[in-house]
Each structure stands twice: as structure tokens, then as C-alpha cells.
């Protein structure tokens, strides 16, 4: 069965600095997407940015981009220039065809001004 | 466009009792699922309709779970009678599209079941 782990439990970041989350997954199979998502405190979890295994390109948006290891099974995402409103619990998925979305548990950001 | 919505956003009962969570998905978003965090865990997959019918209940951890999505549009998730590690945040989530493995999910809110 596909896993996700998140090691960090919880990071912080200074406002205006870069921080980098990591993510890595268990799978034997060659196509399949990963993602992360986003929880604000007390709001909807919503995607931050998704990546095809396929690509091999880094997938980017805005101050938020990844660096998709495939080889290591691994799926970090970057967020420059920290904004107080990234502060949020952080969660890394992972999906392929036929199957459900397995999430990792996440990781809790705070960023101080 | 509505987001999806879950109903109650809270829920604290006793153990023994029956509670029933409703999720309004997207409309026109013919997949529906549900997911469960039990504090500090990672989010796990309950299940999952395609309209109507159930595509995969192979998360749901026994029978005192009941989900049904009568008519293909909102959907309700029964625990009863209720046991103290059913504690944890109920997610719904919508997507547009069942081919498309990248088509993302669109989560509401949550509904926080506190049991004691």
C-alpha cells in the first residue's frame, strides 16, 4: 500500500524568508500525481500545487514550487518570501489511477513577523 | 461558485449516542468523499461515491459507520451508536472528474466530533 510521510511535524519560518517542507512517499508505481494542500486555521484545506510523475519539470506557483525527486520518492515544497497568511497546516498527498487520495499527517507552519 | 459545505461544523455527544454529518459537494461534482483526521494523524480515506453509488468503502472501519448520497447530490455520514475513538475531523471533499487521477479534490470545512 502507497504511504506518505511527513517528518516535520512542525516548522516555522521568518516573514520574507524561504522554507522548505518535506515530503516523501512509498509506491511501486510509475504514473501518478502528488499534491499538497493547504488548512489555514479554521478554514477549508485547499490545494497549493500538484505535480504529475510524469513531468519531470518542477512544478511552480507564484512563491510556491516543488522539487519532485522521483528516483527518492520525494516531493518538497518550497515557499519563498513567507507571508503570515502561509501559516497553515501543510498536507502532502499522493494519488495514481484507480486509487484514493493517501495524505501524509502533515506538517504545521508558523510564520513570525 | 458554492464551495463544498459540511454541517454541523462541531459535534459533541456522548458515547452511545448517534450523530449525522452532512456534506453539500460542488454542484455538478459527480465524485464525493469522505475523510477522517484523528488528532495529529494523517487524513484517511472513509469513502467514496460516484453519484449515488459507492466506488470504494474499503475505509470504513466498521458497521457503525453509514454514508449514503441518496440522489446523487448531498450526503450524510451516520455513526451510531458512537465510541470515544471516533473522535477526530470529518472532511468531505468534491471532484469534478473520475478519469482524470490529477483532478483535485475540493475539501469543505470539516465537522469537529468531539465523544465523550
Known amino acids: 500500500a502507497q504511504t506518505v510521510t511527513q517528518s516535520q511535524p512542525e516548522m516555522s519560518v521568518q516573514e520574507a524568508e524561504t522554507v522548505t517542507l518535506s515530503c516523501t512517499y512509498d509506491t511501486s508505481e510509475s504514473d501518478y500525481y502528488l499534491f499538497w494542500y493547504k488548512q489555514p486555521p479554521s478554514r477549508q484545506m485547499i490545494l497549493v500545487i500538484r505535480?504529475?510523475?510524469?513531468?519531470?519539470q518542477n512544478a511552480t506557483e507564484n512563491r510556491f514550487s516543488v522539487n519532485f525527486q522521483k528516483a527518492a520518492k520525494s516531493f518538497s515544497l518550497k515557499i519563498s518570501d513567507s507571508q503570515l497568511g502561509d501559516a497553515a497546516m501543510y498536507f502532502c498527498?499522493?494519488?495514481?489511477?484507480?486509487?484514493?487520495?493517501?495524505f501524509g499527517p502533515g506538517t504545521r507552519l508558523s510564520v513570525l513577523p | 461558485e458554492a464551495g463544498v459545505t459540511q454541517f454541523p461544523s462541531h459535534s459533541v455527544i456522548e458515547k452511545g449516542q448517534t450523530v449525522t454529518l452532512r456534506c453539500d459537494p460542488i454542484s455538478g461534482h459527480d465524485n464525493l468523499y469522505w475523510y477522517r483526521r484523528v488528532m495529529g494523524k494523517e487524513i484517511k480515506f472513509l469513502l467514496h461515491f460516484v453519484k449515488e453509488s459507492k466506488q470504494d468503502e474499503s475505509g470504513m472501519p466498521n458497521n457503525r459507520f453509514l454514508a449514503e448520497r441518496t440522489g446523487g447530490t448531498y450526503s450524510t455520514l451516520k455513526v451510531q451508536p458512537a465510541e470515544l475513538e471516533d473522535s477526530g475531523v470529518y472532511f468531505c471533499a468534491s471532484s469534478q472528474d473520475t478519469t482524470a487521477f490529477g483532478s483535485p479534490l475540493h475539501f469543505g470545512n470539516g465537522t469537529r466530533l468531539t465523544v465523550t
Open positions: 505535480q504529475e510523475a510524469y513531468k519531470q
Open positions: 498527498a499522493y494519488r495514481n489511477y484507480g486509487q484514493n487520495f493517501v
